[in-house]
């Protein structure tokens, strides 16, 4: 599925949920309960962790994060994943932050359920 669908389709659950007037605990968000992780996909290239987490961290503390690079030459492959200290963060990221444009590029936040931070990861956990 194009990534610009997945922004949509998230946009359009969260208005429904709006107009409905959802309790947080039926909410679609309610099923990542249990993970502070969150994707973010089509970030410009030239970003670094630093930049991301000046724009994520409005929402809360970021505690970790993983740019994923190409392991050749280092360049960034335009996503990552970041993790909040508090779970809740997460729904506002996704609310909030899904389609947002970042140096001309509609990016995606969207919830993770199971992600592992690599263990041979050069990035210092924050």
Same mark, same amino acid.
């Given at each position: 599925?194009?990534?610009? @669908?997945k922004?949509?389709l998230?946009?359009?659950l969260?208005?429904r949920e =709006?107009?409905?007037g @959802? =309790?947080?605990g039926?909410?679609w968000h309610?099923q990542? &309960?249990?993970?502070?992780? $969150?994707?973010?996909g089509?970030?410009? /290239?030239e970003? #670094?962790?630093?930049? %991301?987490i000046c724009?994520?961290?409005? /929402?809360?503390?970021?505690v970790n994060? !993983?740019?994923v +690079?190409?392991?050749? #030459?280092? +360049?960034s &492959?335009?996503?990552?994943f970041?993790?909040?200290e508090?779970?809740r963060? #997460? %729904?506002?990221? $996704?609310d909030?932050?899904?389609g947002i444009r %970042? &140096?001309g +590029? #509609? %990016?995606r936040?969207d !919830?993770?359920? !199971?992600?592992r931070a690599? &263990?041979?990861?050069g990035? =210092?956990?924050m």
């Amino acid at each position: 599925m194009n990534p610009l @669908t997945k922004v949509k389709l998230i946009q359009e659950l969260n208005d429904r949920e =709006a107009q409905l007037g @959802t =309790a947080p605990g039926v909410s679609w968000h309610s099923q990542y &309960k249990d993970s502070a992780w $969150v994707f973010l996909g089509g970030l410009p /290239y030239e970003l #670094t962790e630093g930049d %991301i987490i000046c724009v994520f961290s409005q /929402y809360g503390e970021v505690v970790n994060i !993983h740019l994923v +690079r190409d392991k050749r #030459t280092g +360049r960034s &492959k335009g996503f990552c994943f970041l993790c909040y200290e508090d779970q809740r963060s #997460t %729904i506002l990221a $996704v609310d909030n932050l899904n389609g947002i444009r %970042i &140096k001309g +590029r #509609t %990016i995606r936040v969207d !919830h993770v359920s !199971h992600y592992r931070a690599p &263990k041979d990861s050069g990035e =210092a956990d924050m």
